[in-house]
């Protein structure tokens, strides 16, 4: 399985960026995908997780209202709309995948994934 993350960039406050991540070696549709970010010196944590089988899906609260996801299941491509974006935003921001379903309260922790795409760095400045 491989998740090949692009999109990032360098934009202003209040800005948008559209980042997406193309899957390979299995079908988008099932397990349980989603999207992390890194800023510098701090651990990497979730922004938005969804796990297909029953469409339970979690928003970080720091990117509720901002960001919304889509997909493209033929292309086998999520996509992260990022809207209203701050300086906060700054991270390297990973896709990631895990074959089954996580239950709930692993959803959001980075250690329980299996599969990581390279990362795509998006900087905003004030």
């Known amino acids: 399985v491989q998740l090949q993350a692009s999109g990032g960039g360098l934009v202003q406050a209040g800005g948008s960026l559209r980042l997406s991540c193309t899957v390979s070696?299995?079908?988008?549709?099932?397990?349980?995908t989603g999207w992390f970010r890194q800023a510098p010196g701090k651990e990497r944590e979730f922004v938005w997780v969804?796990?297909?089988?029953?469409?339970?899906?979690v928003y970080s609260d720091s990117v509720k209202g901002r960001f919304t996801i889509s997909s493209d299941n033929a292309k086998k491509t999520l996509y992260l709309q990022m809207n209203s974006l701050k300086p906060e935003d700054t991270a390297v921001y990973y896709c990631?995948?895990?074959?089954?379903?996580?239950?709930?309260?692993?959803?959001?922790?980075?250690?329980?994934?299996?599969?990581w795409g390279q990362g795509t760095l998006v900087t905003v400045s004030s």
């Open positions: 990631a995948a895990h074959a089954g379903n996580l239950i709930f309260s692993s959803m959001t922790s980075p250690r329980y994934w299996d599969y």
């Open positions: 070696g299995r079908t988008l549709g099932s397990g349980t």
């Open positions: 969804k796990r297909w089988g029953d469409n339970k899906m």
